[in-house]
Nanobody, 121 residues
Framework: HVQLVESGGGSVQAGGSLRLSCAAS???????MGWFRQAPGKEREGVAY???????GYADSVRGRFTISKDNAKNTLYLQMNSLKPEDTAMYYC?????????????????WGQGTQVTVS
Protein backbone atom coordinates (compact mmCIF):
# COMPACT_ATOMS: atom_id res chain seq x y z
CA HIS A 1 0.00 0.00 0.00
CA VAL A 2 1.30 3.46 -0.95
CA GLN A 3 0.43 6.70 0.76
CA LEU A 4 1.01 10.00 -1.01
CA VAL A 5 1.19 13.44 0.58
CA GLU A 6 1.42 16.56 -1.56
CA SER A 7 2.81 19.92 -0.52
CA GLY A 8 3.99 23.16 -2.07
CA GLY A 9 0.77 24.64 -3.35
CA GLY A 10 -0.15 28.26 -2.81
CA SER A 11 -1.12 31.51 -4.44
CA VAL A 12 1.07 33.15 -7.03
CA GLN A 13 0.78 35.86 -9.65
CA ALA A 14 0.69 35.01 -13.32
CA GLY A 15 4.17 34.38 -14.64
CA GLY A 16 5.38 33.09 -11.31
CA SER A 17 6.61 29.67 -10.26
CA LEU A 18 5.80 26.99 -7.73
CA ARG A 19 7.27 23.58 -6.97
CA LEU A 20 4.98 20.84 -5.80
CA SER A 21 6.26 17.84 -3.87
CA CYS A 22 4.70 14.46 -3.29
CA ALA A 23 6.15 12.28 -0.55
CA ALA A 24 5.43 8.59 -0.90
CA SER A 25 5.36 6.19 2.02
CA UNK A 26 6.23 3.14 -0.03
CA UNK A 27 8.88 2.27 -2.57
CA UNK A 28 7.55 3.71 -5.80
CA UNK A 29 10.50 3.48 -8.19
CA UNK A 30 8.69 0.83 -10.25
CA UNK A 31 5.46 2.79 -10.41
CA UNK A 32 4.23 5.30 -12.90
CA MET A 33 3.89 8.55 -10.98
CA GLY A 34 1.70 11.35 -12.18
CA TRP A 35 0.36 14.77 -11.42
CA PHE A 36 -3.29 15.53 -12.10
CA ARG A 37 -5.35 18.63 -11.53
CA GLN A 38 -9.00 19.45 -11.13
CA ALA A 39 -10.57 22.88 -11.36
CA PRO A 40 -14.07 23.56 -10.00
CA GLY A 41 -16.70 22.23 -12.37
CA LYS A 42 -14.17 20.44 -14.53
CA GLU A 43 -12.98 16.87 -14.85
CA ARG A 44 -9.69 15.73 -13.39
CA GLU A 45 -7.00 15.95 -16.04
CA GLY A 46 -3.51 14.60 -16.33
CA VAL A 47 -0.72 17.16 -16.23
CA ALA A 48 2.54 15.22 -16.20
CA TYR A 49 3.74 11.65 -15.79
CA UNK A 50 6.99 9.85 -15.23
CA UNK A 51 7.37 6.13 -15.74
CA UNK A 52 9.61 3.62 -14.02
CA UNK A 53 12.34 4.34 -16.60
CA UNK A 54 12.04 8.02 -15.63
CA UNK A 55 10.71 9.00 -19.01
CA UNK A 56 8.43 12.02 -18.62
CA GLY A 57 5.27 12.94 -20.46
CA TYR A 58 3.25 16.14 -20.42
CA ALA A 59 -0.14 17.48 -21.34
CA ASP A 60 0.03 19.90 -24.24
CA SER A 61 -1.24 22.71 -22.01
CA VAL A 62 1.84 22.55 -19.75
CA ARG A 63 4.61 21.26 -22.00
CA GLY A 64 7.57 23.62 -21.87
CA ARG A 65 6.41 25.22 -18.64
CA PHE A 66 6.18 22.31 -16.19
CA THR A 67 8.83 19.73 -15.36
CA ILE A 68 8.20 16.46 -13.55
CA SER A 69 10.99 14.70 -11.72
CA LYS A 70 11.49 12.23 -8.91
CA ASP A 71 14.06 11.37 -6.31
CA ASN A 72 13.88 7.64 -5.70
CA ALA A 73 16.19 7.83 -2.71
CA LYS A 74 13.73 10.18 -1.02
CA ASN A 75 10.61 8.54 -2.49
CA THR A 76 9.53 12.01 -3.57
CA LEU A 77 7.93 13.24 -6.77
CA TYR A 78 8.18 16.87 -7.87
CA LEU A 79 6.43 19.19 -10.27
CA GLN A 80 8.24 22.41 -11.11
CA MET A 81 5.73 24.86 -12.52
CA ASN A 82 7.01 27.96 -14.29
CA SER A 83 5.28 30.72 -16.25
CA LEU A 84 2.06 30.00 -14.42
CA LYS A 85 -1.22 31.16 -15.92
CA PRO A 86 -4.60 31.78 -14.32
CA GLU A 87 -5.92 28.71 -16.15
CA ASP A 88 -3.46 26.59 -14.16
CA THR A 89 -5.55 27.28 -11.06
CA ALA A 90 -6.75 23.95 -9.68
CA MET A 91 -6.34 21.36 -6.98
CA TYR A 92 -3.26 19.33 -7.89
CA TYR A 93 -3.06 15.64 -7.04
CA CYS A 94 -0.22 13.18 -7.02
CA UNK A 95 -1.03 9.64 -8.15
CA UNK A 96 0.74 6.33 -8.47
CA UNK A 97 0.05 3.44 -10.79
CA UNK A 98 1.60 0.01 -10.36
CA UNK A 99 3.05 -1.59 -13.46
CA UNK A 100 5.55 1.06 -14.42
CA UNK A 101 4.05 2.40 -17.63
CA UNK A 102 1.90 5.48 -17.65
CA UNK A 103 -1.61 6.06 -18.93
CA UNK A 104 -3.65 9.23 -19.09
CA UNK A 105 -6.85 7.89 -17.54
CA UNK A 106 -7.10 8.92 -13.92
CA UNK A 107 -9.28 5.90 -13.15
CA UNK A 108 -6.35 3.60 -13.84
CA UNK A 109 -4.21 4.99 -11.04
CA UNK A 110 -4.15 3.02 -7.82
CA UNK A 111 -3.14 5.56 -5.18
CA TRP A 112 -3.91 9.24 -4.70
CA GLY A 113 -2.84 12.03 -2.42
CA GLN A 114 -5.22 14.48 -0.78
CA GLY A 115 -4.32 17.33 -3.12
CA THR A 116 -2.72 20.74 -2.83
CA GLN A 117 -4.33 23.94 -4.07
CA VAL A 118 -2.64 26.13 -6.67
CA THR A 119 -4.13 29.55 -7.34
CA VAL A 120 -2.77 31.83 -10.06
CA SER A 121 -4.08 35.38 -10.31
Amino acid sequence: HVQLVESGGGSVQAGGSLRLSCAASGYTSRYCMGWFRQAPGKEREGVAYINSAERPGYADSVRGRFTISKDNAKNTLYLQMNSLKPEDTAMYYCAARSGGYCVVEATRYDYWGQGTQVTVS
